[in-house]
């Protein structure tokens, strides 16, 4: 079975540089173009504050010019300095305005035949990141009506990485009890701080929190949560555990500062907001902020726009497993499907759980299942698009046996954010979200509600693309009291249904 999926990755890998090296021009019954549109900056719809929407790319991504990502190294594609970051110059995001399943069609097959990095793809519109060079060979091969539905988003990418990276350290910080949540979320934290800051935690509330430790990455690094423990239960009983994790996705900083602002948020609150209290007390805690460990320290340390973990595939050029791919559950194994391809950011492995990420936090979870402590809820934290999804991501025409109170709780759980900081969440399954068009088997959210855990989300976090996976460091703080309002929500809606009474 691995052998078989492995020939079909480098399979496709082959084709897309064939289909590279290729003529692209278009044919005169294919609904193109017949010449090629002339892109200038002042053509494109330029009112980003009508729309709010905007997106970033990363640099090694390649253009329509480009045989396949296979060219990471190419010199000329990329901007390297002396500490051996990656620059994003010259490239912009494009947001195009699908209207109808065959404009989705077009550019579906276009980003997946040519490697386009694409950031965001809903029934409304789909992102994609480009360099500015390659954007009049991408028009080309596009029907006019698309040509003329479009946004430019992001004029200069390197700006807005710039933007994130210009307050950040990578060493260690150290933190005192006055000071720990005004440093500690004023800003994204390294992988070093955020462990540090574990530790502190556990320092000051040595009964409420307990030390995780996973495992070790490919790269050999803990991966390491924390655990709360409020008020034991009852002789005889045990406690069923909610299970929140951030950055499967490296790039998604946003989403492990979120999961970290939860934490502080229920330790410090649990003496003094009966909530909180109440929330501790029924259940366990279990909090990862982040899963993709090596992909994160990558993503500071390199390439701010790195998506999957670091390790090595069967393709030497192309590095790195979508983790929220190579969950055991509907792993896909469609030989059209981007996760076949090494050097896609979709590539889920060549078997289920190869990924020692996901593979690791599996194991976990059924250890608990094994001790009388399964996960009954799971909140899986991403960005952008400020949505709440639920199960199944894998296919629409499957719904879950209590799709009601799925339903329920999100729209519940949207109305408590709505009222913390009137930001608006879109409540819809997860089958109807994909950032790259494609199928969604193999997801986290998936695999964790087929094991039990009834109640599990994706949650897509701020923005819907003013920023995108870049957002500044000082929305950290607003989104975190908004996902601490609705998983207060989350928590009781599940005490209630679990008989808690309060």
Not at 28 to 52: C, M, V, Y
Not at 280 to 297: A, M, Q, R, S
Not at 439 to 462: C, E, M, P
Not at 478 to 496: A, D, Q, R, V
């Amino acid at each position: 079975m691995a052998s078989l999926h492995s020939t079909r990755g480098l399979l496709f890998v082959f084709t897309t540089i064939l289909l590279f090296l290729s003529t692209s021009a278009p044919s005169s019954s294919d609904n193109r173009l017949q010449i090629p549109f002339q892109w200038k900056p002042t053509s494109l719809l330029s009112k980003a504050g009508a729309f709010e929407e905007l997106t970033n790319c990363k640099t090694h991504t390649l253009g329509l010019s480009e045989p396949t990502e296979i060219a990471l190294t190419n010199s000329a594609e990329r901007s390297i300095n002396s500490n051996n970051r990656i620059y994003h110059h010259d490239f912009v995001v494009l947001r195009f305005l699908a209207s109808t399943d065959s404009e989705r069609r077009i550019l579906k097959e276009i980003t997946h035949k040519r490697r386009f990095d694409v950031w965001s793809s809903t029934r409304e519109h789909i992102d994609i990141c480009l360099q500015e060079k390659d954007i009049p060979k991408l028009f080309s091969l596009l029907p006019y009506s698309l040509q003329k539905s479009h946004l430019l988003l992001i004029p200069h990418v390197q700006v807005s990485v710039n933007q994130t990276w210009s307050h950040i350290s990578t060493s260690k910080q150290s933190f005192n009890v006055k000071s720990l949540n005004e440093t500690y979320f004023s800003n994204y934290q390294s992988l070093d701080t955020i462990y540090i800051w574990m530790d502190f935690l556990r320092a000051l509330y040595p009964d409420l929190v307990d030390i995780i430790e996973l495992g070790n990455s490919y790269e050999g690094r803990k991966i390491q949560g924390i655990k709360l423990n409020g008020t034991p239960p009852k002789e005889g009983k045990k406690k069923k555990t909610i299970l929140i994790n951030g950055a499967q996705h490296a790039r998604e900083w946003i989403s492990v500062s979120t999961v970290s602002y939860l934490a502080s948020a229920l330790v410090s609150g649990y003496n003094q907001d009966n909530d909180i209290k109440n929330m501790l007390d029924d259940f366990d805690w279990v909090f990862f902020p982040t899963l993709n460990v090596d992909g994160y320290v990558y993503s500071f340390e390199v390439d701010r726009l790195w998506r999957k973990n670091r390790q090595p595939t069967g393709f030497p050029f192309c590095t790195g497993i979508d983790l929220n791919r190579d969950w055991g559950f509907k792993w896909p194994e469609e030989e059209d499907s981007l996760g076949v391809n090494p050097c896609s950011e979709r590539y889920q492995g060549e078997t289920p759980f190869q990924a020692i990420e996901s593979k690791l936090l599996a194991e976990y979870i059924g250890n608990l299942k094994d001790h009388d402590h399964e996960v009954i809820g799971y909140l899986d934290f991403h960005s952008y698009a400020q949505k709440i999804l639920y199960p199944f991501a894998y296919d629409c025409a499957t719904t879950p046996p209590n799709l009601e109170d799925l339903e329920e709780l999100a729209i519940g759980a949207a109305r408590a954010i709505k009222q913390s900081n009137y930001q608006h969440y879109e409540v819809e399954s997860a089958c109807d979200y994909d950032d790259y068009g494609d199928k969604n088997g193999g997801s986290a959210v998936d695999w964790i509600y087929n094991q039990g855990a009834h109640f599990s989300y994706i949650i897509k976090l701020r923005d819907t693309g003013t920023h995108g996976f870049l957002l500044p460091p000082d929305e950290i703080i607003p989104c975190g009291e908004e996902i601490l309002s609705m998983t207060k929500f989350f928590s009781k809606f599940i005490s209630e249904k679990e008989g808690f009474i309060h």
